[in-house]
């Protein structure tokens, strides 16, 4: 059965950081890229980065290129979005997704994990 779980959101002052996980199972990891979205009110969902199952490529979205890095640790089935210098816009649920090519649109995603709020705000 496959999953994706995330974990680490919460509730941040702008300026802070947080470290969201994704722990997978159920299919081959390393064969997968591991996206990461953002779904914030009133917006349509936003790939917002992306790492390759090797990670030999990883994809940042322009709100977020600077701030973010994706990463992953493939002993671990485990994909990591470190979030710095967070500002209020970057308040949403944020899911992870797996597919195999990370330029797959959205909705091409073929697992998703069930997300995490994260709340940027003074």
């Known amino acids: 059965q496959v999953q994706l779980v995330e974990s680490g959101g919460g509730v941040v002052q702008p300026g802070e950081s947080l470290r969201l996980s994704c722990v997978a199972s159920?299919?081959?990891?390393?064969?997968?890229?591991i996206g990461w979205f953002r779904q914030s009110p009133g917006k349509a969902r936003e790939k917002i980065a992306c790492v390759s199952g090797r990670d030999m490529y990883r994809f940042y979205g322009g709100s977020v290129n600077g701030r973010f890095t994706v990463s992953r640790d493939n002993a671990k089935n485990t994909a990591y979005l470190q979030m710095n210098s967070l500002k209020p816009e970057d308040t949403g649920v944020y899911y992870c997704?797996?597919?195999?090519?990370?330029?797959?649109?959205?909705?091409?995603?073929?697992?998703w994990g069930q997300g995490t709020q994260v709340t940027v705000s003074s």
């Open positions: 997704a797996a597919d195999p090519h990370c330029e797959s649109y959205s909705d091409e995603f073929d697992y």
């Open positions: 159920g299919f081959r990891f390393d064969h997968y890229g």
